[in-house]
């Protein structure tokens, strides 16, 4: 049986040996497992920034794969070993980038291994023309201008300075945030569709802001207005405010009620409106009429007195004139009555009448000699028509004794011998 300082030195040699091996894992930890297969990339870069070190990660597609085996650089280019767990295949049209890892600056390498039909890198090394350099924020920053930049340290710092102690707010923001950038994906989505027209609106925007250009002082105002306005609703904690919205379903409820009942009177008013229409719209059509009647009157009127004055001799002698010829109204009456029938025979030809003057005018009007007129009379005589009254047609005589009105002057001889004057027209 083995003694207690063997046991003892057996369990202390063990735990030497453990210890040496994680010590030996420690150090070998970022290297891989030893003795395990790696596969040896060289990639030339332009610029391969500081942060760079032997050690950090080679990802593809962001996971990694590998790490930096070792920095040296050649002439004006550094060429970066990468070493890559396991075998793998790395092709002719490789690509390596210098990417950042964080915001501190912590870099890494992103491999592309390329494609089969390039063919095998065999050993090559990555041209600098194919790769990316690494970018620091430093390098960003040196295209600004000293006043640009500065204006820009203190835009960061005093958003520091107002972040600082607002760390709830910040995480309210972030817990709704989701909502609302479903929402603006939603508000990108209306203004980017083809039926929004994006250009009109900016355009109308930039219009309504030219026309507040030089109504700055009258917008203070207004917003002062609103300000006080506010500060007058709010008086007393806002209670008035509150007693007047509570009272204001009972108020718009009685509202209702008025408004209904003055249906029908509304009702009434529109057909009447509808028919004072015509009168209205007449009367504004008289109305210049009117006003140049009412303008020209008064000197006319003015006359009136006068006139009147001068009419009264004679309107008392008319007065007794027509209570002498009062008399003869009854008889005059009658004769009116008697002469209508045959005025209204007779007005059938007043065409008639009308062309036999006219015509009388033209033939005493004709001159046969300076200073002498004469005139052409011929003379008709009847037939058969004189004896039977024109009952019966004469055959000597192509025209109608008696024509009917408006025929006279339409009239052709009917009879192939006319041996009367006046015959065919």
Do not use: C
């Amino acid at each position: 049986m083995p003694s207690a300082t063997t046991r003892t030195f057996g369990i202390g040699l063990v735990g030497a040996a453990v210890l040496v091996l994680i010590i030996l894992f420690g150090v070998t930890a970022s290297s891989g497992v030893p003795g395990a297969p790696k596969t040896v990339v060289r990639a030339a870069f332009h610029d391969v920034g500081a942060p760079l070190k032997v050690g950090d990660d080679v990802r593809e597609n962001s996971t990694r794969i590998g790490r930096v085996a070792d920095l040296s650089y050649d002439g004006q280019q550094a060429v970066v070993t990468l070493e890559i767990d396991g075998t793998v295949p790395v092709y002719a049209d490789a690509r390596a980038a210098i990417w950042d890892q964080s915001a501190l600056a912590k870099k890494f390498v992103e491999l592309d291994r390329g494609h089969p039909g390039a063919g095998p890198l065999a050993g090559k090394t990555i041209a600098a023309e194919r790769n990316v350099d690494s970018a620091d924020l430093d390098q960003v920053l040196d295209v600004l201008d000293p006043a640009t930049r500065a204006a820009l340290t203190g835009t960061v710092r005093e958003a520091g300075d107002g972040a600082a102690g607002h760390s709830q707010d910040l995480h309210d923001f972030l817990e709704h945030a989701p909502a609302e950038l479903a929402g603006l994906a939603t508000t990108a989505g209306a203004l980017t569709a083809p039926d929004a027209d994006l250009a009109g609106l900016l355009r109308r925007a930039d219009q309504l802001a030219g026309a507040f250009d030089g109504h700055t002082q009258q917008l203070a105002e207004l917003v002062k207005q609103a300000g006080d306005t506010a500060g007058a609703l709010a008086v007393d904690d806002g209670k008035p405010l509150q007693d007047t919205v509570g009272g204001l379903p009972a108020t718009l409820t009685s509202a209702r009620a008025a408004l209904d009942s003055l249906a029908r009177p509304l009702g009434d008013l529109r057909s009447a409106l509808a028919t004072v229409r015509p009168g209205a719209e007449s009367l504004g059509q008289a109305t210049p009429d009117l006003r140049g009647v009412l303008r020209e009157a008064p000197a006319p009127l003015d006359s009136v007195p006068g006139v009147s004055r001068s009419a009264e001799p004679a309107l008392a002698d008319l007065t007794g004139t027509f209570a002498d010829a009062r008399p003869l109204a009854p008889a005059l009456s009658r004769g009116l009555v008697d002469l209508a029938s045959p005025v209204n025979t007779l007005a059938q030809y007043s065409h008639e009448v009308v062309e036999f003057f006219r015509r009388i005018e033209s033939m005493v009007s004709t001159e046969v000699a300076p200073g002498v007129h004469g005139a052409r009379v011929g003379v008709a005589l009847e037939g058969a028509s004189a004896v039977t009254g024109g009952l019966l047609p004469d055959p000597l005589q192509g025209q109608d004794a008696y024509p009917a009105p408006g025929q006279a002057d339409r009239e052709h001889t009917s009879s192939p011998v006319n041996i009367l004057p006046g015959g065919n027209n």
